[in-house]
């Protein structure tokens, strides 16, 4: 700002009716009072603020991916029908719908997909319940973090798979395994997830909750981690990605004992059959759950956190 | 005395100090306008003040208890609305869950803001925000405010208008303030008392009296800014090549 050495007010012309004087702005008061001033700013914030929009439902967010998809099975069935290939070896759309109609009649689909879903969602919530208190203790502590971190991230890379064998061995076949494969998959990638939502936190946010007298639990729990919630949702979302594919590999890999019967049974079973329509069904239904989890949950929870802190705005969302 | 600082240093890791044999004291219900360029250690002098870092020489005095800081962005958590930004200060206070939602609501009333509680800070001007802020840092129940050029990022409108805000919140509110601003009409316009700070380092050289004649005229105002922004530049002037 500059500044002048002569003695020269910045002037405005009062707003006051039938006032002929002026204030001087910036170095005397300028309003003449408190209601003048509750005035004056309540004036001021209603120019400054946006008018509130309405939000309507934007049918372009529901019609494009439904003709995304029905281009999609409308070249399937175009390639199905120019029999470049036999039949039972690409079966169409059609081929597929049918053998998922006699599955469902057969209680298979409903059994597969309850049993794969349910151990699904417990793992998932599991990892959640282990990995965010790892998670935040990892980013909180800088010795822990550059203890465990690189090993941390190197889990991330190791493909869950690889742990079956180990877990057969361990486990046998059991849910355990499936669930041990499950955690493998999930924990390591919500732990980092958590990790970097912690590490793009503004500094001035935890300046404030040093300023404000909070404590360590406190800083946790009241700053760093709902400043760290976009990551942290992120690596939720990861994390789901993770366990459902190592709960498909694990089902594949490990079939009979007590294992119930999921849709990676189911796939492994249609290859056993070598039919071609109920490993397509399956490999259809695995990633229908994985399309529908992400629309149901976490794209509306992600909206609504993106949008309560205005970091919605041009996004293609 | 809230706040007495005495021979006050400060240097990080070899470098040149800083702020060098700094002195001032201020006074129980005073508004402080600290004045420099930049590099004066304006920043660090407030940090200091208000704990975040230790001196490294000298000695100094403040509440037991603390300051409450206000900085130059609003720094309010995006993800709650105003009210629970203020509700938080409140809550790490150890206010109980019943006072928290009426002490907010007086505070957000104090700075004119009683309707806006809900909304959330990216919905908010900057001037409503620092707005809060101020409520935030009101709400840490401080006799010592610390504010880190507060104003600074605001259009002059805005500005003007939370000088008269802010003025009107201190006499209501009797608090200590320590204002730091490198603009001489801000430190005019709200100091009692206004302080100039040397550059590299920092140190106090001069010190104004601010009397409620020149809150109301603006030639006398004007004048003392000019006499406050000469002195300014010769201090400047000192560091060129």
Not at chain 1, 231 to 238: A, H, I, N, V
Not at chain 1, 303 to 316: C, I
Request: proline share 5%.
């Amino acid at each position: 700002m500059p500044s002048n050495t002569t003695p020269l007010a910045e002037t405005e012309p009062d707003a006051a009716p039938g006032r002929a004087e002026y204030v001087h702005a910036a170095l005397t008061r300028t309003s003449t009072g408190k209601e003048d001033l509750r005035e004056l700013e309540s004036g001021l914030d209603s120019l400054q603020s946006d008018a509130e929009r309405k939000h309507r439902i934007d049918w372009s967010r529901v019609l494009l991916p439904v003709a995304a998809l029905v281009v999609l099975v409308l070249v399937w069935q175009f390639y199905v029908s120019l029999g470049v290939k036999r039949r039972d070896l690409v079966p169409g759309p059609l081929d597929v719908a049918g053998q998922m109609g006699v599955l469902w009649t057969e209680g298979k689909l409903q059994e597969a997909m309850w049993t794969s879903l349910q151990r699904g969602l417990v793992g998932f919530l599991i990892s959640v319940a282990i990995a965010t208190p790892v998670g935040l203790l990892l980013a909180q502590v800088a010795p822990l973090r550059r203890a465990f971190g690189p090993l941390i991230s190197g889990l991330q890379v190791l493909p869950s798979v690889a742990w079956v064998p180990a877990a057969i061995i361990w486990f046998g076949l059991t849910d355990a395994t499936v669930y041990f494969v499950v955690f493998m998959g999930a924990i390591p990638s919500i732990i980092n997830g958590l990790i970097s939502g912690v590490d793009q936190i503004p500094p001035q946010f935890r300046r404030v909750g040093t300023v404000l007298g909070a404590n360590r639990l406190q800083m946790a729990l009241q700053v760093v981690l709902p400043a760290a919630l976009p990551g942290y949702l992120g690596g939720l979302k990861q994390g789901w990605a993770f366990s459902w594919r190592s709960l498909m590999a694990a089902e594949i890999i490990a079939v009979g004992g007590t294992i119930g019967f999921g849709l990676g049974s189911l796939l492994d079973q249609g290859r056993a059959l070598s039919d071609m329509t109920v490993v397509m069904s399956a490999i259809l239904l695995i990633l229908g759950v994985g399309i529908l989890i992400e629309l149901l949950v976490f794209a509306p929870i992600e909206k609504r956190l993106l949008r309560r802190r205005g970091l919605l705005a041009g996004s293609t969302r | 005395m809230p706040v007495v600082l005495e021979n006050l240093g400060k240097r990080f890791g070899d470098g040149a100090p800083v702020l060098d044999d700094v002195n001032a004291n201020i006074g129980k219900g005073e508004f402080v306008a600290l004045l420099g360029a930049s590099g004066c250690g304006k920043s660090t002098l407030l940090n200091i003040i208000a704990g975040l870092e230790a001196p490294s020489s000298g000695a100094l005095e403040v509440p037991s208890d603390g300051a409450a800081f206000m900085f130059q962005d609003a720094a309010l958590f995006p993800w709650l609305t105003a009210r629970e930004n203020i509700e938080l200060a409140l809550k790490l206070r150890g206010v109980g869950k019943a006072d928290r939602r009426t002490k907010a609501q007086e505070l957000l009333e104090l700075v004119h803001l009683g309707t806006a509680g809900d909304k959330r800070p990216h919905e908010l001007s900057g001037g409503m925000r620092q707005r809060v802020s101020l409520a935030r840092s009101l709400a840490q129940d401080r006799q010592l405010l610390l504010m880190d050029e507060p104003f600074a990022a605001l259009d002059a409108i805005t500005r003007d208008l939370l000088h008269d805000e802010l003025e009107r919140i201190w006499k209501e509110t009797g608090r200590t303030i320590v204002f730091v601003t490198h603009n001489v009409r801000e430190a005019v316009r709200l100091g009692q008392r206004v302080l100039l700070l040397s550059s590299r380092p920092g140190r106090v050289v001069q010190e104004w009296d601010v009397t409620e004649e020149h809150r109301t005229d603006a030639g006398l105002a004007g004048q003392l800014t000019g006499v406050i922004t000469a002195r300014l530049r010769e201090e400047i002037r000192r560091h060129a090549k």
